[in-house]
């Protein structure tokens, strides 16, 4: 069983550091996580860390089991009554199976965009506040100025300012894929997931949404599953290569794309498999 | 010759030849199916409709047969309202209403074309539509008050004379009927109320000095209501009395003469005299009164508003309680329940409670609805009203309760289609966006599956309104005296009896006096039948429609 190997020690030395960073910097850190639904394992003996306000991406041939570890740290595959797991996944210390901790808070703190946008029936206004309102929140003021600044931040605000109280279903895909971004963003979470947010979209909502990536690592912590290499390479500043729900590589960008240890990743990189 | 088709075809596939076919095959079976629904429809629209339009009115001489219903009379005018040709030696027999019951005792009569002297439209002929007895046919002679002959029917003002005196009654009736059933029934209320106190405070062992102060002051009250009623009593006499002060005397083509109290008409025209238009204002006369106001006569005369009032309060009470309930049972199914043996068997059940016919729901409504919780309810709250029953006997709130039992299949299988075809996309987002599995329901899922369960709250609408049977075992009745929904408190009456289209189409034609003379109202009823659940169906298809648009799914 290959596991975090071929690690850059400099940037092993520069992670433990971050660690020792005072209360309050988050990070995530899976532990020999394993995964199945019903009897098939998808995921094997998992163990990697992701640091705070970076952006990490996870390739790997269709299948190898990049989604499922991507739901697993919103525990959003317990939906299926056949998922099963081993191990542990924390973030910031703290377990997200700990009994204490509530799924629905868990899901507060970890926001998700997936690859399908999938606005609410609903208007542009009513997506965004989303959580805020199935939290409880019914504050006009506060609700209008978050929605602002969620859309904002997801670039979509100059676009729908004067149409908030459209349907969503009006909007272009790109766009969708935006508010989907905003709809995320509006509770404040601490982490970000992302699985495939481009691969409906054509190449110039794709560099909308990288820019985004790039302006929202500032103050959240990004894990974007991704097909495509180049978006890899762009947008990730480490990168996880999995193959048949192993972890085979795991290490800065750079080092993946310019210098793999192993052949596999090699291979994927290259385009030479998967 | 198919032969040769095929050869035409036989560069082409086979498959081709036979899809033809089959399209052939469908299209005629549909054209089939649309075919005799255009008819039936046609059928009972053109029926229906023809009712309301006045006809001329033909009087016709013929030799005296003194053995047949019409004795020794050799004039009589009527509406033709048939005429066959009878095959063998091709004689054209006529069907002739008469009208006039008072004095001829039948509605129609028959004649051979060839029997008849002598057949003329007069034009001072006049038809009379009464409260008693149905129409009248006949010359009219003179108004005459208490005092003697007011105008005579030569006056070129009569007729305008004998509208104002009508109306001027009918609007006395309207004060006389809501003297009588408001006033007077309230004053029967306030009694028995006064009753049903006594009777508690005579059923306790002891009497306080309080409670005998309190008998005593019943007594008193009674006194006073019952004084009350006198009063209006005798007002509401005087005004009967005015109804009956003018008369209009005619004579029939027969040559009786007749005095009819102003108050006994309903409405009058000139049948032969009035053209188009006039013609058209006594059709929409009719229409009004045939929506508008109550039965008379058992039925078969007026109007049927308290039957589509019933029809439209059930349908819509029976609406009420069986989404919410049909949706609560598909949330349960769709979203909670663990598929196993158990929601197997359930779905099972759902599916062939819809085969059940319906009479059988009508007998377990009556014994578990009515006997057992209705009578259960006026054992604990009206235990002073028995032996009458409140809830222990059919009313509009056991029907509808068992319609919704009928119906509840068709809106489970039809919100579960609904909810299944919502995208889990859709489910993952809201709960990954933190709500909880209710609030994803709730929120999300319910309103974009709202389509869908309108669907299904349509197609128990269609099944529930047109529905019979089961009613005529839970509280459906020939002739309601009140409306299951008035201005007295609690407006709402769930107890109440209540009229129904359906009913009143199968007591018409099957349970009437005189049913031949009731056909017509036969066909104005179930047209009307049609048009309300039409009307109820549409209006739900409007609603999803604008909900469809709005939760549309973006075409990607
Ligand atoms: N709900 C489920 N029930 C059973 N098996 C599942 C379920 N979801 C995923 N799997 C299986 O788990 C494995 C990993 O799936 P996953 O969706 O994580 O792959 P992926 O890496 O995201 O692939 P892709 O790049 O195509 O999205 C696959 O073999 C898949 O068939
Ligand atoms: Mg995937």
Request: net charge neutral.
């Amino acid at each position: 069983m290959e596991k975090a190997v071929n690690m850059d020690p400099e940037w092993e030395n520069r992670a433990a550091s971050r660690r020792q960073d005072p209360p309050g910097r988050s990070y995530i850190s899976v532990k020999d996580y394993s995964f199945w639904f019903g009897h098939t394992q998808v995921l094997q003996d998992l163990n990697l860390d992701m640091q705070k306000g970076s952006v990490t991406a996870f390739i790997g041939p269709s299948g190898c089991g990049k989604s499922t570890l991507l739901r697993s740290f919103n525990r959003l595959n317990e939906l299926d009554p056949q998922a099963r797991h081993r191990g542990d996944i924390t973030i910031e210390d703290l377990s997200i199976y700990d009994p204490a901790v509530e799924v629905i808070s868990l899901r507060k703190r970890v926001g998700m965009v997936f690859q399908k946008s999938n606005p609410f029936p609903k208007s542009i206004y009513e997506n965004v506040v989303y959580s805020l309102r199935v939290a409880g929140k019914n504050n006009k003021s506060i609700l209008d100025e978050v929605a602002e600044n969620s859309l904002r931040s997801a670039a979509l605000w100059d676009e729908v300012k004067d149409r908030l109280g459209e349907s969503a279903y009006s909007l272009s895909v790109g766009q969708m894929q935006r508010l989907c971004i905003a709809r995320a963003i509006a509770n404040e979470p601490e982490v970000i997931l992302m699985d495939e947010p481009c691969s409906a979209l054509d190449p110039i909502a794709t560099a909308k949404i990288e820019e985004l990536i790039h302006d929202l690592k500032i103050k959240y912590t990004i894990i974007i599953v991704t097909h495509n290499m180049q978006q890899a390479a762009r947008v990730s500043d480490s990168t996880a290569f999995f193959y048949t729900g192993n972890l085979i590589e795991y290490n800065k960008t750079q080092e993946i794309f310019l210098n793999p240890q192993n052949d596999k990743t090699e291979a994927y990189v290259s385009g030479r498999s998967g | 010759m198919v032969a040769k088709g095929m050869k035409a075809y036989k560069g082409k596939s086979q498959v081709g030849l036979k899809g033809e076919i089959a399209v052939w095959f469908s299209s005629l079976g549909l054209s089939l199916g649309l075919l005799m629904i255009v008819a039936l429809l046609g059928v009972i629209a053109y029926n229906g409709l023809s009712v309301f339009w006045p006809k001329r009115v033909v009087q016709v001489e013929f030799d005296p047969q003194p053995a047949s219903d019409l004795g020794s009379r050799s004039v009589v005018a009527g509406i033709i309202t048939s005429q066959k040709t009878k095959s063998p030696d091709s004689v054209e027999e006529w069907r002739l209403f008469v009208g006039n019951k008072d004095q001829y005792g039948i509605s129609f009569t028959y004649f051979d074309r060839g029997s008849l002297l002598n057949v003329t439209q007069p034009e001072g002929l006049l038809v009379l539509e009464r409260t008693a007895y149905g129409k009248a046919i006949g010359y009219p002679e003179h108004i005459s008050g208490p005092t003697g002959k007011i105008i005579s029917a030569e006056h070129p003002n009569f007729a305008q004379r004998l509208g104002s005196l009508v109306k001027e009654c009918q609007d006395r009736g309207k004060e006389i009927r809501k003297l009588e059933t408001r006033e007077i029934g309230a004053i029967h209320e306030a009694l028995e109320n006064l009753r049903l106190h006594q009777l508690r405070l005579e059923r306790q062992s002891e009497l306080s000095s309080e409670d005998r102060e309190a008998l005593e002051r019943i007594d008193e009250e009674r006194a006073r209501y019952e004084s009350l009623f006198t009063t209006l009593a005798t007002r509401a006499r005087l005004l009967r009395d005015l109804q009956i002060s003018h008369k209009l005397h005619y004579r029939l083509a027969s040559g009786e003469e007749i005095d009819l109290p102003i108050g006994e008409i309903h409405q009058f025209f000139y049948p032969n005299q009035i053209g188009f238009s006039g013609r058209a204002a006594v059709f929409w006369n009719h229409i009004k009164e045939f929506l508008l106001s109550e039965p008379r006569e058992a039925n078969t005369e007026g109007g049927v508003f308290p039957a589509i009032f019933g029809t439209f309060v059930m349908t819509l009470f029976m609406c009420v309680i069986v989404t919410p309930f049909g949706v609560l049972a598909a949330i349960y199914l769709c979203e909670y329940a663990k598929d196993g043996v158990f929601v197997r068997l359930v779905r099972i059940a759902i599916n062939n409670l819809a085969g059940v016919p319906s009479i059988v729901f009508g007998v377990f409504g009556l014994g578990f609805f009515v006997y057992w919780v209705g009578g259960t309810l006026d054992q604990l709250f009206f235990s002073l009203r028995l032996p009458t029953p409140t809830f222990g006997t059919g009313g509009i709130l056991w029907a509808s309760l068992t319609l919704a039992l009928m119906t509840v299949p068709v809106v489970i299988v039809a919100t579960e289609e609904a909810l299944t075809a919502v995208s889990p996309g859709l489910r993952e987002s809201s709960m990954a966006c933190g709500a909880s599995r209710w609030q994803t329901i709730q929120r999300i899922v319910l309103p974009a599956s709202a389509p869908g369960v309108l669907t299904g709250m349509i197609l128990a609408m269609a099944r529930g309104a047109g529905e019979v049977a089961p009613l005529m075992l839970l509280g459906v009745v020939k002739i309601a005296p009140s409306l299951p929904l008035d201005d007295q408190f609690p407006f709402l009456h769930l107890d109440r009896k209540f009229m129904h289209l359906g009913f009143h189409i199968y007591d018409l034609g099957f349970q009437s006096p005189d049913s031949e003379a009731a056909l017509p109202m036969v066909f104005a009823t179930t047209l009307l039948l049609i048009v309300l659940v039409v009307v109820l169906n549409l209006a739900a298809i409007l609603i999803r429609n604008r909900l469809r648009r709005k939760y549309q799914m973006a075409g990607f």
